[in-house]
Structures are given as C-alpha cells and as structure tokens.
C-alpha cells in the first residue's frame, strides 16, 4: 500500500509555455500533499503544502502565481509550472501523507527541463 | 530553530562493513523523525520514529530514536554495493503544521 504515482515522469519544454505535473495517491486519500524540488546534490526544498479543497500554502520565497497548485480531490494535486524558464529546470518530488502520524509517500518524481 | 543535522555528509565502505548514520534534531514540536533512502529518484520511506528506544528492523537496517539526547541512529549491517544511496533524516512537527523539515543526507557509497 502507499504508492503514489506522478505524471509525467519526465519533460523537456520550451522557454515561456506552462508544465502541468500531476501527483496521484494510488491506493489512499490524502487530505495533504506536498510539492518539492531538488537540484543536483542538493536536499528536498519544500516549495508548498497542498490541501484538499482549499489554497495552497507556500513556502517563503516560493512565488504562488509562477507554481500554481490545485488539489481538487482526495486523490490528486497538480502542480502547474505557468511560463517555464530555464532556472526553473530541476527534479519536482511530490508526497502524499497519510496515518494517524503523518506518514509521508513520495512520487517518483518529475523531471524537467526548461530550453 | 528547527534544524536537523546529519553526519556524516559522505562515507565511504567496502561491502560486509557495518555503518551507522546519525541524525540529531531540535527539541521544538518534534511528534516523529522519518528515515528516506533516496538513489537515482524520490525517496523511499524506510522507518518512522516516534517513541524513544523501541527499535525498528527491516532485514539489514535498523533504526532507533533517543529523545532523551534529540537523536536517532540507521544501522545498515553487511553493507551491500545497492545500499549505496542518499540517507535522509526528516523531522515531523507536533500540532497542525505537517512540514517535514530534512536534513541534508548522508551519501553512502559501498564499495565492492
């Protein structure tokens, strides 16, 4: 149990147009998803906390209008990446958390490259 | 401050070795600390610990959680050349704030 899918696993877009990834809890719900990202050799940097049904919460410095997150149902969120550049390439990890103690699940990750 | 420390950054073994990653936390709202190993893509959940000496076992690794001295152990015995990978410590805050807060890994690698 606990697996949690992300699609799609890997993208290569051009500078200026908006990638949709989807983050998907397979066999649980989850009211609370998380969206990260992680340069090379570097650790998970939380970009925002995704709750079902209601706005997202950012993390500082996290830009709201360029990560546009929806979690409309118990099962799926989406982090939409809206005018791509190039600094914007890195791996997006999201998680879905689950238990009485918060358990956190990871996709397999997303990544993409901005040209 | 809710900070997590991991030591060390970087080791490296010769498989049969036994190695033992350490990852210390602030006090501060701690509910549970997590393990991850993470290699080539996300991490994987390995153990979660939230009550002080009772130790978690999964075939060769094992995990356990002083709160008394804010620190847990990952024991990884007979080391194997795929346990090489990125171990993550993650500390998960009490109340409603559900953020894990990570601590920046120890990268195994185990040498054949």
């Known amino acids: 149990g606990a697996v949690v899918s992300q699609h799609p696993s890997w993208v290569i877009c051009k500078s200026g147009t908006s990638v949709k990834i989807e983050c998907r809890s397979l066999d649980f719900q989850a009211t609370t998803m998380f969206w990260y990202r992680q340069f090379p050799k570097q650790s998970l940097m939380l970009m925002a906390t995704?709750?079902?049904?209601?706005?997202?919460?950012?993390e500082q410095g996290v830009e709201k209008d360029k990560f546009l997150i929806n979690h409309a149902s118990l099962t799926l969120s989406t982090l939409t990446v809206t005018s791509a550049h190039p600094e914007d390439s890195s791996f997006y990890i999201c998680?879905?958390?689950?238990?009485?103690?918060?358990?956190?699940?990871f996709g397999p990750g997303t990544r993409l490259t901005v040209l | 401050e809710d900070k997590v420390v991991q030591s060390p950054l970087s080791l490296v073994v010769h498989e049969g070795d036994t190695v033992t990653l350490n990852c210390s936390y602030e006090v501060t709202n701690f509910r549970s600390l997590l393990w991850y190993k993470q290699e080539k893509k996300a991490p994987t959940f390995l153990f979660m610990l939230?009550?002080s000496g009772i130790e978690k076992k999964s075939g060769r690794l094992s995990s356990i959680l002083d709160k008394k001295e804010l620190f847990s152990i990952l024991n990884i015995t007979a080391t194997q050349t795929g346990d090489s990978a990125v171990y993550l410590c993650a500390r998960l805050n009490a109340g409603n704030n559900r953020k894990l807060i990570w601590g920046l890994g120890t990268s195994l690698a185990v040498n054949p």
């Open positions: 995704s709750n079902e049904g209601s706005k997202a919460t950012y």
């Open positions: 939230t009550s």
């Open positions: 998680s879905a958390q689950r238990g009485a103690y918060n358990e956190q699940f």
